[in-house]
């Protein structure tokens, strides 16, 4: 099945600076690439995403980028601010079937002040 | 809009003991569903998934079941618990035409 590493398990940046994390996926037929941000004790909560077609999406501060052929895909939050402290998760799945989301195992973001 | 509710909040149970957790989803017709696991500080470990009513699919062997008795109503269960089985139960749903998952807020199990 699939397998998703996500570098750095854990990101202290100033506040205002950037914090960028990286994600790889073996399976060449994922086509989409959510990222979680989860708050101590609550659920994990969409942010952004992106599908195969797109090698680039902005929301506001958050970019994601997409590199296929090197099965690559990274999160890049651009003026961090104290509230962005939280766990992200990068995951990783083929449309259709059960749509199984594969996790990555999670960094710790902490923006200080 | 849609809703996702899960029950209980949390539950302290002890080893050996019967589980049985509930989810259930509102506005949406026939999503998929699933349930996920988390370990403290861990990442997500999907469980089970269902497609439709009666239906449902084992992803990972974790002495644990699930049913889905209505369209709208995920149950996980089990019926002596191990201490392995503490953690975050996340139930959630996505259209079956689409991979975008919504978390339900989840349950806290302590076994002890």
């Known amino acids: 099945g699939e397998q998703v590493e996500q570098l750095p398990s854990i990101l202290r940046v100033q506040e205002g600076s950037s914090a960028s994390i990286n994600c790889s996926y073996e399976?060449?037929?994922?086509?989409?690439f959510p990222w979680y941000k989860q708050e101590p004790g609550e659920n994990p909560k969409l942010i952004i995403d992106?599908?195969?077609?797109?090698e680039r999406k902005q929301i506001q501060e958050l970019i994601v980028l997409l590199d296929k052929k090197a099965k690559r895909f990274s999160l890049h939050i651009t003026d961090t601010q104290p509230g962005d402290s939280a766990m992200y998760f990068c995951?990783?799945?083929?449309?259709?079937?059960?749509?199984?989301?594969?996790f990555g195992q999670g960094t710790v973001l902490s923006v200080i002040p | 809009a849609q809703t996702i509710h899960q029950w209980p909040v949390a539950e302290i149970k002890a080893v050996g003991s019967p589980l049985s957790l509930g989810c259930t989803i509102k506005?949406?017709?026939?999503?998929?569903l699933y349930w996920y696991w988390q370990a403290t500080g861990g990442t997500l470990q999907q469980l089970f998934y269902?497609?439709?009513?009666?239906?449902v699919e084992s992803v990972v062997q974790l002495n644990l079941s699930a049913s889905r008795p209505k369209d709208d109503q995920f149950i996980l269960s089990t019926e002596k618990l191990l201490l392995s089985h503490s953690g975050f139960y996340l139930c959630?749903?996505?259209?079956?035409?689409?991979?975008?998952?919504?978390f339900g807020a989840g349950t806290r199990l302590s076994v002890l």
């Open positions: 399976d060449s037929a994922s086509n989409y």
């Open positions: 506005g949406k017709s026939s999503p998929n």
């Open positions: 959630a749903w996505s259209l079956a035409s689409q991979n975008t998952l919504y």
């Open positions: 995951a990783a799945s083929v449309t259709g079937g059960n749509n199984k989301l594969t």
């Open positions: 269902s497609i439709t009513v009666g239906q």
């Open positions: 992106i599908r195969s077609n797109m």
